[in-house]
């Protein structure tokens, strides 16, 4: 059985036991967290929401809060001296998907 879910503006596919990495989410090491935007359920049959499928939950665990590695931004203007770099971490949360009601 899957799930797709809505967070932090991404969808994600998510099955029980899986390990997710998704945009930062408040909490704590060992919290846990339930998504109620399911857009699809797949097992034995398929339910697709409208744009969310009624009364289905994904429930997850938080298993790490941190960083993405960083990536490096280079600006320059050709011919005018003009150069500037700045990197970015992004901050991730790290999930374990414990179950899927639909």
Same mark, same amino acid.
């Given at each position: ?7 932090g !503006? ?21 919290d846990?967290v ?8 797949? !097992? ?32 320059m ?26």
């Open positions: 059985m899957y799930a797709v879910i809505a967070t !503006g991404k969808q994600y596919k998510v099955a029980q036991g899986d390990l997710v990495k998704i945009e930062k989410i408040d909490g704590a090491v060992g846990s339930e998504f109620d935007q399911v857009l699809l359920v797949a !097992g034995d049959s398929v339910q697709v929401g409208t744009p969310l499928v009624a009364s289905a939950k994904v429930k997850a665990q938080i298993v790490e809060q941190g960083k993405a590695k960083k990536i490096r931004v280079f600006h203007r050709r011919r005018k001296t003009y150069r500037k770099t700045y990197g970015h971490r992004q901050p991730l949360t790290r999930l374990k998907i414990t179950a899927i009601e639909a």
